[in-house]
């Protein structure tokens, strides 16, 4: 069974720095990009970015590019999310997901982590 | 202001049918497929249509997706209660070389 499991909720503050993870398993996790998605209090989805675990080429939103860093370690199937100084804005459920390519014009996400909710407040 | 456009709200009564309309441009819905994701209040997104109307397995065939040139909707037929939830479109866009969602609708089943 297919399964993305996101790390615990967080409570940090202003400034501070954070790194939430997402492990997968019951598929070959090196096969399949990784993307993270926000969702801001009371608010949409947005694609952060996306990440391969097979060479760890990586793609940012423009929104996000600068703002959090995206990465995996492939010997423990798991992809990371971190920021180096959080704000109060980054407070948001945060989901990781995984990415099927049917084909060159046909991608989805399949399988989604239970989400993590990131709580910035001083 | 979201990449594709959504009806922020639609309705129905149980056993309507309704559908949700997603509108891009030629650079995510023109050249990609759709998906829809079904959020229910308090959980993650989950995948309901790929590939413009491919049902997941285990997704009820009163769930249906189109595509036509920039635009793509979502019917739901039969409608039942625990429809309630929010609706979003998405495709990957060649400006932004990323995906693309949009602001979402909150089914609401009267």
């Known amino acids: 069974e297919v399964q993305l499991v996101q790390s615990g909720a967080e409570v940090k503050k202003p400034g501070e720095s954070l790194k939430i993870s997402c492990k997968g398993s019951?598929?070959?996790?090196?096969?399949?990009?990784i993307g993270w998605v926000r969702q801001m209090p009371g608010k949409g989805l947005e694609w952060m970015g996306i990440?391969?675990?097979?060479?760890?080429?990586?793609r940012y939103s423009p929104s996000f590019r600068g703002q959090v860093t995206i990465s995996a370690d492939k010997s423990i199937s798991t992809a990371y999310l971190q920021w180096s100084s959080l704000k109060a804005s980054d407070t948001a459920m945060y989901y990781c997901?995984?990415?099927?390519?049917?084909?060159?014009?046909?991608?989805?996400?399949?399988?989604w982590g239970q989400g993590t909710l990131v709580t910035v407040s001083s | 202001q979201s990449v594709l456009t959504q009806p922020p709200s639609a309705s129905g009564t149980p056993g309507q049918r309704v559908t949700v309309s997603c509108s891009g441009s030629?650079?995510?819905?023109?050249?990609?497929?759709v998906n829809w994701y079904q959020q229910l209040p308090g959980t993650a997104p989950k995948l309901l249509i790929y590939?413009?109307?491919q049902r997941p397995s285990g997704v009820p065939d009163r769930f249906s997706g189109s595509k036509s040139g920039t635009s793509a909707s979502l019917a739901i037929s039969g409608l039942q209660s625990e429809d309630e939830a929010d609706y979003y479109c998405?495709?990957?866009?060649?400006?932004?070389?990323?995906?693309?969602f949009g602001g979402g609708t909150k089914l609401t089943v009267l």
């Open positions: 997901a995984r990415r099927v390519v049917v084909t060159a014009t046909a991608y989805y996400f399949d399988y």
């Open positions: 019951g598929y070959s996790f090196t096969s399949y990009w």
């Open positions: 990440l391969y675990p097979g060479d760890s080429d990586t």
């Open positions: 030629r650079s995510n819905i023109g050249s990609y497929t």
């Open positions: 590939s413009n109307n």
């Open positions: 998405a495709a990957w866009d060649d400006s932004l070389n990323g995906l693309v």
